[in-house]
């Protein structure tokens, strides 16, 4: 059999476990999120559905997929479904390049825990995909037919753009560093023993503006207008019901999970072990190591999940003009002038 | 290197598969009891008056186009990001020029007022 | 025909007809949402021809940042969305004059398609096509580069001028 259709084999069965996986850790989201807020307002939270309330999230979404599927007499029937799939489905796409874990050797062949994670321009791919991910929202506001759902899209997409300038620019700084735009290599590079050689304690600034701009990419609290209940009622999803509004719900989660994921591999050191792999006796390549490679990163992205969840219960949103000032007033000048010490930085101590 | 791009491709046939699975799922398991009343655009209680395909600030066009000039800047600056170590000063002045022009618009447009909202 | 090829007329038939959606969609709304299709068939493009840094900057600044200019615009000119557009007022001066400039450049595409000798170069296989172009844009192209900077600076204030004007 040709070398291509192995590929295709080994891609597809990584791309359907991923899949199963970002929905699991959606349901997860769900469940912290529902639980953390009820501990932060002296509630219960849910408790009946499984253990301690655990399988909650996936009565959730059974319960959405039977529910009526409500469509506007005045809306755009082809884009008000559409919007919803492009959401989720991009939500989804962005994993192509994302590694979670170091490679496994299994006979002559070698598999790296991600689905392309070696592509030279994984990166820009990431923000790529973040800019697609903008039409979903803005198709959603426009297509309901609903002066809500279009002041709720557009202000979103306005907010989405504006910050991903920001988050670019802050990525150039861990570029300079690595000199490369695969996010094995980004993750590698800080692997080395060296004594600490996290992005977080070179590019501090630049950690600091993607925690915001990832805050705002996901329309999370306190970054989350485009859904702002008092004013806005639901925000571009005003007019969805049923599974399509879960869609949108799912699409949320997944990229809170994705934001935490990609803050862990290009600021937090990824999947390196508070040890040298060496004092453990593990080798490269092995399934041990793969393992606890990937436990480390998987207790990296909880804790940054918390933090997610911790933030939205604790910090009031923001009035729109406060926000896009922040965007393009303050967040916009300090990442450029982040870059420009980075590269001097650089070129001085290389 | 283009076979690196096969798995690529297969997640995007993936991703999207699964979207419009979970479409088609909710528009077949769903219940269907549509009456005039749920079909009427939602506007807090009360009738619905007019469309929501009205104009709306000028701004949000402003901000797309701002978006524009600076992401080309953003990408420009990855090649010369990931070249820089071979590259010494020179290519740090070239695109230090390079910035101070775009700021000039940068500059122009904030005290024009473009940032401002109200 | 190898994989190659398949993968190559699939993205054809991706730009193809989402090209002639946006040019036969009565909705302007479908028309720039085509569009969409397009850009991202021509970046599947780029990278069956190795180009990946191409490819990736084709999505990041025609689908996420001109794409949603034109649709904000679209939607700005909002009694244009649900219009249909009819092309029913054009007299027989419009179709005759229309009709002679399309069997021009019909006529010029043909020729020069018969008559240019078609090279078929392997594609090169690189390690990456960003490091090449840093170190071009920078040496070479500088010039260019800073140019590209004074036009990006001439639309930026151009725009906000426009924009200003009560």
């Known amino acids: 059999m040709p070398e291509i259709i192995w590929t295709i084999i080994e891609a597809s069965i990584k791309a359907l476990a991923v899949v199963g996986g970002i929905q699991l850790m959606a349901a997860l989201n769900v469940y912290l999120e529902r639980k953390i807020s009820a501990f932060a307002q002296n509630r219960i939270g849910p408790n009946r559905v499984g253990p301690f309330g655990t399988l909650q999230p996936f009565a959730d979404v059974f319960k959405l997929f039977l529910k009526e599927d409500i469509v506007p007499k005045n809306a755009d029937k082809f884009f008000h479904s559409l919007a919803p799939v492009l959401s989720l489905s991009i939500a989804i796409a962005v994993w192509a390049v994302i590694p979670f874990s170091s490679y496994v050797d299994i006979g002559d062949r070698r598999i790296y825990m991600g689905i392309a994670p070696d592509i030279n321009v994984g990166l820009l791919f990431i923000l790529a995909m973040t800019s697609v991910g903008v039409y979903g929202i803005t198709l959603a506001g426009w297509s309901s037919n609903n002066k809500y759902s279009l002041l709720g899209g557009l202000r979103s997409s306005a907010q989405m753009i504006s910050y991903e300038l920001s988050m670019g620019l802050s990525l150039i700084g861990i570029v300079l560093i690595t000199g490369s735009l695969s996010l094995n290599d980004i993750v590698n590079h800080q692997l080395a023993w060296d004594g600490w050689r996290w992005n977080i304690f070179l590019q501090?600034?630049?950690?600091?503006?993607?925690?915001?701009?990832?805050?705002?990419?996901?329309?999370?609290?306190?970054f989350d207008l485009p859904e702002a209940e008092p004013e806005l009622v639901g925000g571009f999803n005003t007019e969805y019901s049923g599974m399509k509004f879960g869609m949108f719900f799912l699409a949320e989660y997944a990229n809170m999970t994705t934001s935490s994921v990609l803050i862990v591999l290009f600021y937090l050191g990824g999947w390196a072990l508070p040890v040298p792999a060496e004092t453990l006796g593990l080798k490269d390549g092995s399934i041990a190591l793969a393992a606890a490679h990937f436990l480390v990163f998987f207790i990296k992205v909880l804790m940054l999940l918390f933090f997610f969840i911790w933030v939205r219960w604790s910090i009031p949103r923001f009035r729109y003009d406060q926000l896009m000032n922040l965007g393009w007033k303050i967040l916009l000048p300090i990442s450029l002038l982040n870059v420009l010490l980075t590269a001097l930085g650089v070129l001085y101590l290389k | 290197m283009i076979e690196t791009y096969v798995p690529l491709i297969v997640m995007l046939v993936v991703g999207f598969g699964v979207g419009f699975l979970f479409m088609l799922l909710s528009e077949w398991l769903g219940a269907?009891?549509?009456?005039?009343?749920?079909?009427?655009?939602?506007?807090?209680?009360?009738?619905?008056?007019?469309?929501?395909?009205?104009?709306?600030?000028?701004?949000?066009?402003?901000?797309?186009?701002?978006?524009?000039?600076?992401?080309?800047?953003?990408?420009?600056?990855?090649?010369?990001?990931?070249?820089?170590?071979t590259l010494g000063m020179t290519a740090f002045w070239t695109m230090f020029v390079f910035v101070l022009i775009l700021f000039v618009g940068y500059f122009y447009e904030y005290k024009k007022g473009g940032f401002e909202w109200d | 025909m190898n994989w190659y090829n398949i993968v190559f007329y699939l993205f054809a038939l991706i730009v193809l007809v989402s090209a002639a959606g946006v040019v036969f969609s009565r909705k302007m709304m479908y028309a720039a949402f085509s569009l969409l299709f397009t850009f991202f068939g021509v970046a599947g493009l780029y990278v069956l021809l190795n180009a990946d840094f191409i490819a990736v900057t084709q999505i990041m600044v025609y689908i996420g940042g001109i794409l949603i200019l034109i649709i904000f615009g679209v939607m700005l000119t909002s009694k244009f969305t649900d219009l249909e557009i009819k092309s029913g007022t054009t007299g027989t001066v419009q179709y005759v004059l229309a009709g002679i400039s399309t069997i021009i450049v019909a006529a010029a595409l043909i020729i020069?398609?018969?008559?240019?000798?078609?090279?078929?170069?392997?594609?090169?296989?690189?390690?990456?096509?960003?490091?090449?172009?840093?170190?071009?844009?920078m040496t070479k192209y500088f010039l260019a580069f800073q140019v590209a900077a004074i036009l990006l600076l001439l639309a930026f204030i151009g725009a906000a001028k426009i924009a200003r004007r009560k």
Do not use: C, H
């Open chain 1, 204 to 222: 501090p600034v630049g950690f600091v503006i993607f925690l915001i701009t990832a805050f705002a990419e996901t329309n999370r609290a306190p």
């Open chain 2, 32 to 85: 269907r009891r549509t009456t005039d009343g749920k079909q009427t655009t939602y506007e807090s209680g009360m009738i619905p008056r007019g469309t929501a395909r009205d104009r709306f600030s000028i701004k949000f066009y402003m901000v797309a186009m701002s978006f524009i000039v600076f992401d080309i800047e953003v990408v420009f600056m990855y090649p010369w990001a990931v070249q820089l170590g």
């Open chain 3, 112 to 137: 020069m398609y018969l008559n240019v000798d078609w090279v078929q170069n392997p594609v090169p296989e690189l390690e990456s096509t960003v490091k090449p172009i840093g170190i071009l844009l």
